[in-house]
Structures are given as structure tokens and as C-alpha cells.
């Protein structure tokens, strides 16, 4: 009885919960099907749907979209520099503190995580006045040197933790062969560490994928802004497309929905790892 009662209420849970998160999807899919005439119908489904939506978007024959292939390769390019650029950052620090036990490496790492007691929105305008100090104003690698600064404090905190987790005896075991220190990172660290780097990788790519505010901020260019602030465009005029506007935001959702549906174990295991001490 007391497992069925247990059933009965995760299934009362669980069924809102899951309606509440594919709502909005559903409403996505239904106007980027529907034609103008037909997005605000009511109906549970369009009566005549339609991919000319996507047409659209994908030639570029809308005013707000003319930039679109140019906004989405800004996305891509913004997205990738910053997952790379934070494990490379990462990578070398945790190794650092963790294995090769550089003095005060704690310090800084503890430090750098206490950025995060600030919420991000705060230090925008900060981080703004330093770009424009240094001319990085309305320049991707601004954006990507913005978003790095996000991303590495934790990337360095999960990677560190992950590094702690490997057996010690390999390290002395590949010095005592003559490994240098180079070596030990490139042939003992880097490949157990393969789960925790995907993982940290895709959150970062995603952290910059997803971004809005920074963006919104520091890149102007209608060519070089990222879809995320595009999207928001459509919404300037009285009457938007939210036909296109959903459209674009359908493709806009498919390369994160593949990022982490490719790498999802290794999102699980990775960000975990190290997590609880033995």
C-alpha cells in the first residue's frame, strides 16, 4: 500500500511538472507551424501546417532576419571560443592546484569562486566599463573574454575536485619513469580526465550559447550579435512576427538540445565526479 501511495504521488508530481516544462515547447512547435493569419487561432493544432516559416528564416526574406546565417555563426563562433578557452584555462589550473600542488593555488581558486556570491547582472556594467577601457567594446573576442570570465571559476572548482579523485600512484609512478611534468599532463591527466573536460566544455558552451544580457551589452553590430539578442528584436515592433520569432527560436533550441542529448552521460558522471570523498 505505501508503495503504491509513493507511486500515486510522484505520478501527481511528476505529470504537472512535465506539462508545465513541454507547454512551452508546444506552443513553439504550434506558432512556428502556423501562417500569420492562422498563429493566434486557439486551435489545439494548426488546421493547414506549414515549414514556410522556416523558409523563411533559413533565406533570410524578412527584415529582421537579413543577418540571420551571420547572427548564428557569431552564436557558434562566441559559444566555441568560450568552451575552449575555459578548458584550456580549466584545465592547466586544476592540474596545477591539484597535482602539481603550486603554492597559494588553493587560495586563488577559493577566491575565484567567490565571485559567484555576485550575481552576474550585477558585475555587467563593470565588466562593460573594463571592455570599453581596453577598446574590446562591440568586438566578439570582448563577448568571448566576458564569458570565459564567467565560466572559469566553477570550470577550475568541478575540474579540481574531479583531479583530487585520481589515484596519486599514478603520478609517482610516471615520475619515477622519467615523466615530466608536461608529460604527466598530457599522457596521465588529460586522459582520465575526459568525462569531467566534456562535460565542463558543454556547460560552457551552453553558458555562452544562452547568453543575453552580455551580449545585449557589449556587442551592437547587427551582423555581429548573437541570435539570443536577435530574437529580441522581433519584439520592438507592435505587430511582431511571432510566426518567424518562433521559427527562429525552434533552430536556435536545436544545436543546445543536441549538445546535451550527444554528451549526457558524460554530463552526469563528469559534473559529479569528485563530488563526494571516499
Known amino acids: 500500500m505505501r508503495r503504491f501511495l509513493n507511486e500515486a504521488g510522484l505520478w501527481l508530481i511528476g505529470i504537472p511538472v512535465f506539462l508545465w516544462t513541454v507547454l512551452p515547447i508546444y506552443h513553439m512547435v504550434l506558432f512556428a507551424l502556423s501562417s500569420k493569419d492562422s498563429a493566434f487561432s486557439g486551435r489545439l493544432w494548426p488546421e493547414n501546417p506549414t515549414l514556410r516559416n522556416f523558409e ?22 562566441i559559444a566555441a571560443a568560450t568552451g575552449f578557452f575555459t578548458l584550456l584555462i580549466a584545465t592547466a589550473a586544476a592540474f596545477a592546484i591539484s597535482r602539481l600542488r603550486v603554492k597559494g593555488g588553493r587560495w586563488v581558486m577559493n577566491a575565484a569562486l567567490f565571485t559567484y556570491f555576485i550575481p552576474a547582472a550585477f558585475l555587467a556594467v563593470p565588466m562593460y566599463k573594463t571592455l570599453g577601457l581596453y577598446g574590446l567594446l562591440n568586438n566578439r573576442w570582448g563577448m568571448i573574454i566576458a564569458m570565459v570570465t564567467l565560466a572559469a571559476p566553477y570550470a577550475i572548482w568541478v575540474l579540481k575536485q574531479a583531479s583530487d579523485k585520481l589515484p596519486a600512484e599514478l603520478d609517482e609512478a610516471a615520475i619515477m619513469d622519467g615523466a615530466t611534468a608536461m608529460q604527466l599532463f598530457r599522457l596521465v591527466y588529460l586522459p582520465l580526465m575526459v568525462p569531467s573536460l566534456v562535460a565542463i566544455g558543454v556547460y560552457a558552451v551552453l553558458l555562452a550559447w544562452n547568453e543575453y544580457l552580455y551580449a545585449f551589452l557589449i556587442l551592437s553590430n547587427e551582423k ?27 533552430l ?12 549526457k552521460r558524460y554530463m552526469v558522471s563528469g559534473l559529479t565526479a569528485g563530488a563526494v570523498k571516499s
Not at 550579435?225 to 528584436?233: C, D, E, F, H, M
Not at 533550441?253 to 550527444?262: D, E, G, S, T, W
Open 56 to 77: 523563411i528564416v533559413l533565406r533570410q526574406q524578412h527584415f529582421y532576419l537579413h543577418d540571420f546565417w551571420s547572427q548564428l555563426g557569431s552564436s557558434v563562433l
Open 224 to 250: 555581429d550579435i548573437t541570435l539570443a539578442v536577435a530574437l529580441g528584436l522581433f519584439l520592438s515592433a507592435d505587430d511582431s512576427p511571432w510566426e518567424l520569432l518562433m521559427a527562429t527560436g525552434f
Open 252 to 263: 536556435y533550441a536545436l544545436p543546445p538540445a543536441v549538445i546535451y542529448y550527444v554528451f
